[in-house]
């Protein structure tokens, strides 16, 4: 049996600023707009970032509640970036906007480079550089992950 994670479905308070906020902070492309002929007239969106549509997409439904999670809940979206560098823009678009909940910070490996900001449903999103995922993973492909079988 072969299994893959295909999506993450994130049910939100206001649909087109989350729309919104993950095209600009995550360059990610709305690649289906479904307006059901239905009396509620819900729209729902899927997101994905260039060139892996038929790998991994973000689902947005309207109606949701705001998450609006507590400081010391790390759930979070992880987006991997290019550079450190790409890491302090964000901090600071996230900044000036006030959406700036962990400002950047160096950890050991395998965490690397991050931060993260909050988008307007109060879910946490990290930005990162040098973790073994994403960009940059290619210079920690040396470093085996430790996995320990049970």
């Given at each position: 049996m072969?299994i893959?994670?295909t999506?993450?479905?994130l049910?939100?308070?206001?649909l087109?600023?989350?729309?919104?906020?993950y095209?600009?902070?995550?360059?990610?492309?709305?690649?289906?707009?479904?307006r059901?002929?239905?009396?509620?007239g819900?729209?729902?969106v899927?997101?994905?970032?260039?060139?892996?549509?038929?790998?991994?997409?973000?689902?947005i439904?309207?109606?949701?509640?705001?998450?609006?999670?507590?400081?010391?809940?790390?759930?979070?979206?992880?987006?991997?970036?290019?550079?450190?560098?790409?890491?302090?823009?964000?901090?600071?678009?996230a900044?000036?906007?006030?959406i700036?909940?962990?400002?950047c910070?160096?950890?050991p490996?395998?965490?690397?480079?991050?931060?993260?900001?909050?988008d307007?449903d109060?879910?946490?999103?990290?930005?990162?550089?040098?973790?073994?995922?994403g960009?940059?993973?290619?210079k920690?492909?040396?470093?085996?992950?430790?996995?320990k079988?049970?």
């Open positions: 072969s893959s994670l999506h993450i479905a049910h939100v308070q206001d087109e600023a989350c729309l919104d906020f095209q600009r902070y995550a360059g990610l492309k709305l690649i289906r707009d479904r059901p002929n239905g009396p509620d819900k729209r729902i899927w997101l994905a970032e260039s060139g892996n549509e038929q790998d991994f997409i973000i689902v439904l309207p109606g949701g509640p705001a998450r609006n999670q507590q400081d010391n809940d790390f759930s979070h979206l992880g987006f991997a970036l290019q550079s450190k560098q790409d890491v302090d823009d964000i901090a600071a678009k900044q000036s906007e006030n700036l909940a962990w400002p910070k160096q950890e490996y395998p965490v690397g480079y991050y931060c993260g900001i909050k307007p109060g879910n946490f999103v990290e930005f990162s550089y040098g973790q073994p995922l960009p940059g993973a290619e920690h492909a040396s470093v085996e992950f430790d996995i079988s049970p």
